[in-house]
């Protein structure tokens, strides 16, 4: 059997992943971004493939490169839309609509969340926003 056809390591794909978050938590986010790009380029369909894109997106919004992280939090939602971490993608979405100057589209975003995933930590935190 060919080794493009083996079946997915779950113990690989764990320590890439973890490797690649532990690169954030170092504050290294330069090669964090590679990280976690090189993971979902290896494993699109890992357990742990959600949270990478998720973090993707954190790790451009430190960077301040607000259009990767636009598209990396955006694909959260349009590659796994049943993930936990999509109301959170959403939250950060609208917060890169407010760092660009994007304040109507923000409160769109931040509405969204509210009205689509009540009861989530993004919806209490966008709730909060949207009351000051």
């Known amino acids: 059997m ?3 056809t083996a079946p997915a390591d779950p113990a ?6 973890e490797a690649a978050f532990d690169l954030v938590k170092a504050r290294d986010f330069d090669r964090a971004a590679q990280a976690f790009d090189g993971f979902l380029n290896k494993y699109p369909n890992s357990q742990y493939a ?8 954190e790790v451009y919004l430190a960077k301040g490169s607000l259009v990767e992280a ?13 993930h936990p971490k999509v109301p959170d993608a959403l939250y950060k979405l609208a917060e890169v609509e ?8 923000a409160r769109t975003l931040l509405q969204q969340v509210v009205s689509q995933y009540p009861g ?3 919806a209490q935190l966008a ?3 949207l009351g000051s």
């Open 12 to 17: 690989k794909e764990k320590l890439y992943y």
């Open 2 to 4: 060919a080794a493009a």
């Open 120 to 122: 989530t930590s993004a």
């Open 127 to 129: 709730q909060r926003q």
């Open 98 to 105: 407010q760092r660009q100057g994007n304040a109507d589209r």
């Open 50 to 57: 959600g949270n990478a894109q998720y973090w993707l997106g």
């Open 70 to 82: 636009r598209q990396a939090f955006a694909r959260v939602g349009q590659l796994y839309p049943s």
